[in-house]
């Protein structure tokens, strides 16, 4: 069992910076593939970026690369989402999840799902 809490959303300007974490408990969660998804009003959850257990394998979707980075620390359990960049259309809850050893940009293979943090960018 792996519980995922998110932290680091808030309101910013287009153009601004936020950095978001994925922390989390339970066991051997150095061997979760993890993936961030956001999900707007109105919308589907859509994949954002994606990193293996071993943080060798990474993957983002088209539209935050080069903005984007994600990161892990497994000595600290924690998954970071570094936003740069951001855009109004960058607007969504973000959510943390996790499955075993790699990464998907479906969101049905994933296990464990975090509860969410909001991030608002205004124009």
């Known amino acids: 069992q792996v519980q995922l809490v998110e932290s680091g959303g808030g309101l910013v300007q287009a153009g601004g910076s936020l950095r978001l974490s994925c922390a989390a408990s339970g066991r051997a969660f150095s061997s979760y593939g993890v993936g961030w998804f956001r999900q707007a009003p109105g919308k589907e959850r859509e994949f954002v970026a994606g990193?293996?257990?071993?943080?060798?394998?990474?993957q983002y979707t088209d539209s935050v690369k080069g903005r984007f980075t994600i990161s892990r620390d497994n000595a600290k359990n924690t998954v970071f989402l570094q936003m740069n960049s951001l855009k109004p259309e960058d607007t969504a809850v973000y959510y943390c999840?996790?499955?075993?050893?790699?990464?998907?940009?479906?969101?049905?293979?994933?296990?464990?799902w975090g509860q969410g943090t909001q991030v608002t960018v205004s124009s």
């Open positions: 990193i293996s257990w071993s943080g060798g394998a990474i």
């Open positions: 999840a996790a499955r075993a050893l790699s990464i998907s940009d479906n969101p049905r293979l994933y296990t464990y």
